[in-house]
Structure formats: structure tokens, C-alpha cells
């Protein structure tokens, strides 16, 4: 069959629907779950509606840091629908008022000494319905004794900086964790001797995930069986049954989380919240099923924030422009608690992958992360572990060198790829880069956007006093994690099972440990089971999100569904076809060796006519008569997929804009992403992928930021001043794609789900700075309002923090 | 999901019932029209109002655009749409589709009103800046009659406006003048946000000179821009660039903005300059045939 490959930007129609070419494998098709989802038919946590149920509203603190002196729950207590007021103290009784943080802190369930960031929780109520549990919050009486915030990062350290976490013994200050890699000697003897370096410190500001669903769950502790049922919004439903089990020392069994469709995730349901702990809580107490569901405001002061670096970054080169070494400094701040979603192992993430795409001689990062009073968090919103930070360091810092040399940036890029025959290959930090062949990906991008027309039409503009600006990115991710020998989260490894079952009638059911969010694992795991065993994807249940019901696995977070989980459905589906092969055998009465494979059947070699089907095997699998010696009935398997290494999706992003002279405004003009995911399972749904991502990245790079007053107040609480892009502020995408398959994974699929939220706003950043170039700029910082921009074209460019 | 405070609901059968409503009520009772200000607010509890009156039944009384010989009636009840929407009123103040188009999103301009955007004088809110630019007049009714009054009498200050308790406003009216036309230019970090800064102008010409010009300004300062030093400037002056130059500066000069995250005090100032320009130019354009 000819598989037609669409351009990324024609339009299916009714008649000709290029997305939906119903593949038995891997290919275009439409989603699975979108019949339901456009139809307004998900069922969401917001939805889960049981007999009896109670509502939970959480009160929470107007100050970023004040003692509690006293708090006042009678009149609250009075209302005449509340159940039932807790505060910190009363969970203190019981041991519950602190929880441990995915980075083995401890966080505040509710506060008991004092509060630690604006909008801390403090007590909870809860009553028969929604409004009223709000309408109590506003009874409790809470005295407070303001104490001094610690707000700017820059000053976190001073000597007489508040000592935030007074709760933990011994603590002076406000010091979160120092973290190093790479060779502090070697780097500084390559810049002792360097014709050429730079330095810029630049900073990533604090973002949110704001997903569509803010989080939300329903705890029912069934009074008789003990059993904990928790639907919730979480995007590692298996973790968070252990972490509760370890936390509330309920027997593992007796807890069954089930996570049912998400409206985004973007790593912002990874962590485990008070909300949650306090529903849990409160139908243990009152015996009753307990809603909570947050609301925006609060999904966007109290959630898991994203970034919140300010790096230094150097590059160390030669005149002609090779780069020898790159280095940088990070102040990290990590907020009230440190609530980081990292491997153990991994305080600041992957960022020790800020050595880039380029090919170095020395590499050094020293990071010290601090306390302040905001709200905790630190791994979110599709960052890769962190390297959306360093994607960005090295990719704005090589425009940044590409401006003293006065040297082409894409050439300059060009110069320093990493070669083909490198790989794998192990950088200056220790990361073992699985594949890749850059050049053709950074060529191919190039020739889209017609780079060098482009920069003829750029100068032309510049002479007319016009503002014209193309910036490039060259990333490579890493996603996948583990291999569980280096990572874990609290302990648990990082691998993820899988368990495939074939009905008689041939139709199949697979069992995931991932949950989608968003992704589509309905359609793309249905697809790679297909493409193993030859059944049509339609035929394909794929079940996932219910901890009772499926095998153990890490969740959905850091690109690693396909990475991972991706894998493991492979190779469930390899060992079901191995046992398929010898039931064939003994079907068609050859030996397994003389059994040809063509997706779906098993023919005799030689003689086509004999040949049995996957659903004829399925059902002489569980049918009458025997099988072959020493064969089980059922066709069915399970495993756990342990990787061996990450996977290295890599990519070229140019991105073109125009910067009105008189108004500071910047459109993005063009964008031009060439993604390299190794094998492609759905196109359409990588670009879709991509697609948000790069929408993402608009977003970070020109419009969003969680900021904080001197008093610590939030003043992002709303999406009137947290602002998401919509489709007026992004071009029509224009995406591309070149395969360097994974040699380790099984279908060498990599992960994609962040690459274009990693590479694309040091794409539209370097293109702003590009365009302001006459004014002599060599840096600014996000977000590039106009406002940011028309300080800087004045020369009064001032850091976000 | 945010909840409000218990409050107490009525539809009005008519302005006169909705007008007795409030007089029993007293000043713990709201008009509700699109209630795209009001109900964030409420939901947000930054307002937590006893009783909510909703107009939206008096379609038959408020809703409608009625042109005469020299103005034009618009009913308090008239929705941002209706506004984009309307070819008749575009083709006499063009200034209108301008600001419509970049007035939130099309979810809130098929609720939202007039009469809602008005009252609610929000200083970063659009309209106000328009109906200031066109000289005008709003025509506020209680239970003992109705009162006309200049947009610059309406609006008080922020969140202020010259309708009392028990009063409401019922339709807004805008004088027709010949060989004018208008303008409108916003500057927002994303389509549908409010203004950073915004500008609206209205010319009307004599021959080769402007003979009457007003321009108002939009999120630049607590009130209203006071527009009399810049209609001075332009009287009876032929359209240049130096002149809307000039007049960009007086604009920047009466600017009074706050430093805030849509942008600092000095853009903002820069805007009232570069955004008068814009909408000058465009409106004398258009006034003279150039462009439509």
C-alpha cells in the first residue's frame, strides 16, 4: 500500500480525511478517545458523583509568611450544612498534619506553626454542597502575626534573611540544596586559554501548567471493607497509591486510585497536594465520600509552579567560532517546600543536559537552590526535568557568542553539531546520547524557512528601519526515565509494566501503567500493539488510570509513555506472538521455524494457502482440543520494562517575527519546527504534540509569568493576568520531521511530548533579540511583553526578578 | 470552580419594574445585563451584591441601533456583537468595529453590553474611550423621568459612573456629523486582554483642515483623559504628521498611567503618543476618502 504523507498544513476533508488512514500499525489515524472528548462526553474527577457525597473547600492564608497565633472555627461550625472544620492542629493529633514531598522534604498538609507562601492551606471545611463549604470558609477567624517574607530569590542567603523552615531542626537558613556537574578544573583551564568568551545571565521567570481541569478528586473510605477508592487527578496514579499507603499508613491494598480522564497535566499532576490528603482525611472522619476540587485561582497560587532560574551562562570558543566549554551558575528558587518531581537522584533534574547539541571539550554547572515564601513546586509544566532551563541557557548563550563573533547563528550552530559517528554519545556531564544526525534536521529546517532568503529580506527591512528578527534553536531532549538503577521517585524505580490479553474472538485489551492526560495512549498504544501482532488498532482496548486494574508503572510525566511504557507494550506484545507462533505450529503442523509472519498471520514458508490468523490462534488458544506440548491455554502475557538508557529526541526550530518599531509589539511571523522523534508512531499525533508545545512556548516567551509583590502576594491569580496564548498569537506551524531511531527501544520510538515546549522559546526569544539588533541588544529576558521590549529598546532592559 | 456569595434573583419584566426593583432594594441590589464583569467578580467575592435585577428580557426596550438625521440611539441593552456586526454603524463610525473586533473574545461580546461596559468604567475598558472620542451623551431613567448627560459627566472615575441607586442607564446617543469618520488602535499582550493603553479618534473635516477633532484615551490614567487641549490643538489645522505629532504629545502629556504587569508608566505614556498618531492618521484617512 502507498501510504500518502500529508504536508503538515494541508486540510483534510470530508472526503479525503489525510489524518484518518486507518493503519493496522503505525501511521495516521484518528484518535480513539476524541469521539467522547468532542462530543463533551469525558468523564472527569468533577464529574465522579456518589450517593451521600460531601463537598471540601480549603482555607487558605493571605500572608506568604506569618505565625498562626489562633484560629476560630466556631462560627463555622455553626453553619447549618458543615460537617465538620479541621485545622492543622487536629491533623497534628493524628500525626497527619505534615506529608513528604516527592524530593523527600516534608510540606505543611495544614499549617500548624505558621504559614510559609500566600494561599498555604490552613484549615478545611466541609459541608453538603459546594457553595456552602465556600460560604464557611469565610467564618473561621484566623489571628496572624505577620513575619518578614523572603520574596526576592537574590536575597534568600543574606544573614538576615527570615529563616522560612524553622520547622526543620537546625536549619539557619534558607539554603535548599547545592548541586554540581560536570569538571569545575578542566572547565576553567579551557577558559583560562580561550581566544573568546562570553557570560549573560538570563533568566527563566516562574510559570504555571494552568491546565484546562484544575486538580480535583474524590476520596470514599468504605467503612466496612476499609478500602479507600480515590479518583484523582493524577498523572502517576501508581506512585501516589504507595506514597498514601507509606503516608497515611493505609494497607496498599486496600487503596485503589483511579485517575479518570485529565484535562492536562503538564507535570503539574504529578506531585500529591493537601487537597487530596485533606479529602482522604475527611471521609476517614466523617465516613462519607468527600469531593474537593480547586478552582482556578487556587490551581494557579498553590500548584506546582515550573522554572524560577536565574543562570549565568558563559561559553568559552575560538575565534572562528568552535565551541570549547560551556558553564553556568543557577540560583534556583524552589519556593516554601521543596516539592521538586525529580528522580532522587536528580535535585535539579536533567539539567545537566545544558551542554546542548554541541560537541565540547568542558562543561561545569554549580547550583544552589534556595527557600523563599512562594508556593512550592519546581518540576512542571512539560519541561523534560528541567530542560526547558537548559535548552534554553545553552541555545540562547551560542546566539549570544554568535553576537560578539558577528557570525551567522545558524552557522555557528552548524559548526558544532555533534557528528553522526560520535554516537552514542557521552558528554561533559555523563549523559549518554542514544542517536542522532543533526545536521540533516538543522539543514532540513533551514530549507523550509528559506533561511538565507530570509536574512536577504531581513536586511532589506533593516535598512528601512523595519524590525525583523529570525532566531533558531538546535535541542536535544532527554526523556524516559529510567533505567531504575539511577532513577527513582521516593524509592520506587522507574519502570513501568504492561499486560496484554487476546480474547477468543481475537479482540484484545491492554493494560497500561501510564495515564494519559491528553496524549492520546488510547490511540498510540493500541497502534503499537497492532503493528506487533497484525490486530486492527479499532480492535484494541486500551485500558489504563485504575490502579486495581493494571500493572505497577511510574506515570505519565517527562515524555516517557512511549519511552517507556511505549516499550514495554512492544515487547508484552512480542512474548503474546511468540506463544501465538507455537500454537500455529501446531495448528498448521510445521515447526516453529518453518512459520512465516506477515502482520497478522502466520503462513507456512513456501505455501501461502497455509496459514492461520491471529484470531484463529486466539481462539484455538481458549477453544476445544489441545496444544502443543507443554503450551498454557489463554493468550496473554505480562511484563516490566525496564530501559536501558533515556531516549535523545532532538530537533531544529527557526522562528521569524516582526517587532512593530512604534508599538514594541511582536508577532510571531513563522515558525519552523523539524522534530526528530526517532520512529514516528502517529503523525498526526506527534504534530499535535508539537503543536502545544510550540504554543506553549509563544506563551513563555511573550506573555506569562507567575509574579509575586514584595509582600509575597501572587499576582498571577487569574487567567485575566496569567495569560494563555490562543491561536490569534501563533502562525500557521509549519512542521517537519527527520527518524534517527532509538537503537535501545524496541520499535526505536522516542519520546516527543515536550520537545517543542523545550526548544521553541530560546527559538522566539533569539528571534526578538535578533530583530532589535540595531539598538545594540545582545540579551533580554521573558516574557517579551511590549512593554519588556520597548524598555529594552530604550535601553532600560531590567530582569523579570 | 469559584462560587459566589448567596444572593436573591429577579428578571425584570420592564425598565419601569426593573427601575421599582431597585428603588425597594437599595443599593445591595445589581443590574445584571451580560454579566461578564459583574459575575467574576461576584465569583471572585470582590462583589457580593444582595440581589441581582437581570434585564436580559427587556430585549423590546434596550436592544436596538436607531439612526435619525443627526445621531445615533444605541440601547443600553445592545451586545458587543451587535456592535461589530452592524455595516450601518460601521460605515458612519468605523471606530466602532475597530474597538469591537479586539474587545475580549467572541464568547463575551455575544453577552456582554453596552450599557454593562459603560457602567462598569472600568478604566482599562474600551468603550468608554470610544463614546468619550464621539462626544456621547447617556441617557440615565429613574422612576421620575430620564436625564441626558455628557460621557464626560457619566464617567466619574474608576469604577464610578453619574448613574445613582434606583437609576439605570438606558441608551447612549452619538451626534452624526458630516465628512467625519473615526478610528480605533489598542495595544494588548493578547487578543481579547485588556488594554495596555488604547486610543480612539474622531475627526470631522472642512475642506483641506480638520475642523473638529477628539480623541480619547483608554488605560492611561484613573478617568478620563481630558480631551479639550487636544480638540484646541486640532481645530481648523490641516492634517500632517507634524500635527498628529504635536497632538500624540499633548496626548502623552495628559496621561496619568500606574506601573503594572500589562506594562510600566513610561510605555503606557509612550502609547497615549504613538496610539493617538495611529488613530488620527487612520481616521482623517478615512475621513477624506483614502482609506475605509
Known amino acids: 500500500m502507498t501510504v500518502t504523507e500529508p504536508s503538515a498544513n494541508q486540510i483534510p476533508t470530508p472526503d479525503n480525511n489525510l489524518n484518518d488512514q486507518k493503519p493496522t500499525g503505525f501511521g495516521r489515524m484518528l484518535r480513539k478517545e476524541d469521539p467522547r472528548f468532542v462530543r463533551g462526553l469525558g468523564q472527569y474527577c468533577d464529574d465522579v458523583t456518589l450517593p451521600g457525597m460531601l463537598h471540601l473547600a480549603i482555607l487558605r492564608s493571605p500572608y506568604a509568611h506569618a505565625r498562626i497565633v489562633s484560629i476560630d472555627t466556631s462560627a463555622a461550625e455553626a453553619h447549618p450544612k458543615v460537617k465538620a472544620v479541621v485545622t492543622g492542629a487536629m491533623l497534628a493529633e493524628h500525626g497527619l498534619a505534615w506529608m513528604p514531598t516527592l524530593s523527600n522534604d516534608v510540606q505543611a498538609v495544614l499549617a500548624t506553626d505558621k504559614v510559609r507562601f500566600q494561599h498555604q492551606e490552613v484549615a478545611f471545611v466541609v459541608a453538603e454542597d459546594r457553595y456552602s463549604a465556600r460560604d464557611a470558609l469565610e467564618l473561621i477567624d484566623v489571628e496572624y502575626d505577620p513575619l518578614d517574607p523572603v520574596i526576592d530569590v537574590r536575597k534568600a542567603l543574606d544573614p538576615d534573611a527570615a529563616i522560612i523552615r524553622d520547622d526543620l531542626e537546625g536549619k539557619t537558613d534558607n539554603h535548599c540544596f547545592n548541586w554540581q556537574t560536570g569538571d569545575d578544573a578542566a572547565t576553567q583551564a579551557v577558559f583560562d586559554d580561550a581566544e573568546v568568551t562570553v557570560k549573560q545571565e538570563m533568566i527563566y521567570p516562574r510559570v504555571h501548567p494552568a491546565p484546562m481541569e484544575t486538580c480535583a478528586c474524590v476520596a470514599d473510605l468504605d467503612k466496612v471493607s476499609g478500602k479507600l477508592t480515590l479518583w484523582s487527578t493524577t498523572q502517576a496514579p501508581h506512585a501516589h497509591r504507595t506514597v498514601y499507603a507509606l503516608v497515611a499508613g493505609l494497607p496498599e491494598h486496600k487503596i485503589r486510585i483511579i485517575a479518570p480522564d485529565i484535562g492536562g497535566g503538564f507535570g503539574g499532576k504529578v506531585p500529591i497536594y493537601p487537597g487530596y490528603v485533606c479529602a482522604i482525611v475527611a471521609s476517614l472522619l466523617i465516613g462519607k465520600p468527600v469531593k474537593w476540587a480547586e478552582d482556578r485561582t487556587e490551581n494557579l497560587v498553590s500548584t506546582g509552579f515550573a522554572r524560577d532560574y536565574i543562570m549565568i551562562g558563559e561559553i568559552a570558543a575560538s575565534r572562528d567560532g568552535k565551541i570549547r566549554a560551556v558553564r553556568t551558575n543557577v540560583l534556583a528558587d524552589h519556593g516554601a517546600f521543596n516539592g521538586v518531581a525529580s528522580p532522587v537522584k536528580y535535585p535539579a533534574g536533567f539539567f545537566g543536559v545544558f551542554t546542548g547539541s554541541y560537541d565540547l571539550e568542558a562543561a561545569f554547572c554549580n547550583m544552589d537552590a534556595v527557600f523563599t515564601n512562594k508556593a512550592p513546586g519546581g518540576v512542571a509544566y512539560a519541561c523534560s526535568f528541567r530542560i526547558t532551563e537548559a535548552v534554553y541557557l545553552v541555545e540562547r548563550m551560542v546566539d549570544v557568542l554568535a553576537y560578539e563573533l558577528d557570525m551567522d547563528p545558524a552557522e555557528l550552530r552548524l559548526k558544532n553539531l555533534i557528528q553522526p559517528e560520535q554516537f552514542p554519545y557521552e558528554t561533559k556531564t555523563g549523559w549518554i546520547y542514544d542517536s542522532g544526525d543533526y545536521e540533516p534536521t538543522m539543514r532540513k529546517a533551514m530549507a523550509m524557512a528559506g533561511y538565507d532568503e530570509l536574512r536577504r529580506e531581513q536586511a532589506e527591512k533593516r535598512e528601512r528601519g523595519e524590525l525583523m528578527g529570525i532566531g533558531i534553536s538546535f535541542f536535544t531532549e532527554a526523556v524516559g526515565a529510567g533505567p531504575r538503577k539511577d532513577m527513582d521517585i521516593l524509592g520506587l524505580g522507574m519502570a513501568d509494566g504492561c499486560e496484554l490479553r487476546i480474547h477468543p474472538t481475537g479482540k484484545a485489551v491492554v493494560r497500561l501503567s501510564v495515564q494519559t492526560q491528553g496524549q492520546g495512549h488510547e490511540t498510540t498504544f493500541a497502534q503499537i500493539v497492532a503493528e506487533e501482532i497484525g490486530i486492527p488498532p479499532e480492535d484494541i482496548e486500551v485500558f489504563h488510570g485504575d490502579t486495581d486494574n493494571t500493572p505497577f508503572g511510574l506515570g505519565t510525566y517527562g515524555s516517557r509513555s512511549t519511552p517507556v511504557s511505549g516499550a514495554a507494550a512492544a515487547l508484552v506484545t512480542r512474548k503474546v506472538k511468540d506463544k501465538a507462533q507455537i500454537i500455529a505450529s501446531g495448528m498448521l503442523e510445521v515447526s516453529v521455524a518453518d512459520l512465516q509472519w506477515d502482520k497478522g498471520s502466520f503462513s507456512v514458508k513456501g505455501d501461502p494457502t497455509k496459514s492461520v490468523t491471529i484470531q484463529d490462534i486466539a481462539m484455538k488458544a481458549h477453544g476445544a482440543g489441545d496444544l502443543p506440548e507443554g503450551v498454557e491455554g489463554g493468550l496473554e502475557a505480562q511484563i516490566c520494562y525496564n530501559p536501558s538508557n533515556l531516549t535523545y529526541p532532538f530537533g531544529a526550530y527557526i522562528c521569524v517575527v516582526d517587532v512593530d518599531p512604534g508599538t514594541a509589539e511582536v508577532k510571531v511571523r513563522r515558525f519552523i519546527a523539524v522534530d526528530d522523534c526517532g520512529t514516528q508512531i502517529n503523525p498526526m499525533i506527534i504534530e499535535g504534540q508539537v503543536h502545544g508545545g510550540l504554543t506553549d512556548g509563544v506563551g513563555m516567551a511573550l506573555m506569562q509569568m507567575i509574579n509575586f509583590d514584595e509582600d509575597g502576594n501572587c499576582l498571577a491569580g487569574s487567567l485575566m493576568d496569567y495569560l494563555i496564548p490562543t491561536a490569534m498569537e501563533v502562525p500557521d506551524w509549519e512542521t517537519g520531521h527527520t527518524v534517527t531511531p532509538s537503537p535501545h527501544h524496541p520499535i526505536g520510538a522516542k519520546g516527543i511530548g515536550e520537545s517543542a515546549t523545550v526548544g521553541s522559546p530560546p527559538a522566539i526569544v533569539n528571534a526578538v533579540v535578533d530583530a532589535l539588533k540595531p539598538f545594540g541588544i545582545r540579551h533580554a529576558d521573558m516574557p517579551l511583553t511590549p512593554s519588556r521590549v520597548w524598555e529594552a529598546m530604550q535601553g532600560n532592559h531590567t530582569p523579570p526578578i | ?292
Not at chain 2, 425598565?15 to 459583574?38: C, N, P
Not at chain 2, 441581582?52 to 443627526?70: G, P
Not at chain 2, 452619538?174 to 480605533?184: E, G, L, W
Not at chain 2, 493603553?197 to 478620563?224: H, K, Y
Request: aromatic residues 4%; negative net charge.
Open chain 2, 1 to 292: 470552580m469559584q462560587v459566589p456569595a448567596p444572593f436573591e434573583y429577579e428578571r425584570a419584566t420592564s425598565v419601569d419594574h426593573a427601575i421599582a426593583l431597585m428603588e425597594r432594594l437599595g443599593d445591595e441590589a445589581r443590574i445584571v445585563a451580560g454579566g461578564h464583569s459583574l459575575l467574576p467578580m461576584m465569583k471572585l467575592r470582590l462583589a457580593m451584591p444582595e440581589y441581582l435585577i437581570d434585564i436580559n428580557d427587556l430585549v423590546d426596550e434596550l436592544q436596538y441601533i436607531r439612526f435619525t438625521e443627526d445621531e445615533v440611539r444605541i440601547g443600553a441593552l445592545t451586545r458587543h456583537q451587535q456592535l461589530l456586526e452592524s455595516d450601518e454603524l460601521a460605515a458612519i463610525f468605523p471606530i466602532f468595529r475597530d474597538a469591537e473586533k479586539v474587545i475580549a473574545d467572541p464568547v463575551v461580546r455575544n453577552k456582554g453590553t453596552l450599557g454593562g461596559s459603560l457602567c462598569q468604567a472600568d478604566p482599562s475598558e474600551d468603550l468608554s474611550a470610544v463614546c468619550d472620542a464621539l462626544e456621547a451623551k447617556c441617557v440615565i431613567r429613574n422612576s421620575s423621568g430620564q436625564r441626558v448627560v455628557e460621557m464626560h459627566d457619566f464617567h466619574r472615575g474608576p469604577y464610578e459612573t453619574a448613574v445613582e441607586d434606583g437609576e439605570m442607564l438606558t441608551e447612549v446617543r452619538i451626534p452624526i456629523k458630516p465628512n467625519s469618520s473615526s478610528a480605533y488602535h489598542k495595544v494588548e499582550r493578547r487578543a481579547g486582554d485588556w488594554a495596555v493603553a488604547s486610543a480612539g479618534a474622531a475627526v470631522t473635516m472642512n475642506g483641506d483642515v480638520i475642523a473638529d477633532g477628539r480623541v480619547g484615551l483608554c488605560a492611561v490614567g484613573p478617568n478620563l483623559t481630558n480631551v479639550q487641549p487636544i480638540s484646541d490643538a486640532l481645530r481648523n489645522q490641516p492634517p500632517s504628521e507634524e500635527l498628529y505629532a504635536r497632538v500624540g504629545e499633548i496626548a502623552a502629556a495628559n496621561a496619568s498611567p500606574a506601573t503594572d504587569t500589562r506594562g510600566t508608566a513610561a510605555y503606557k505614556t509612550h502609547l497615549a503618543k504613538e496610539l493617538t498618531i495611529r488613530s488620527l492618521r487612520k481616521a482623517v484617512a478615512r475621513a477624506t476618502g483614502q482609506e475605509i
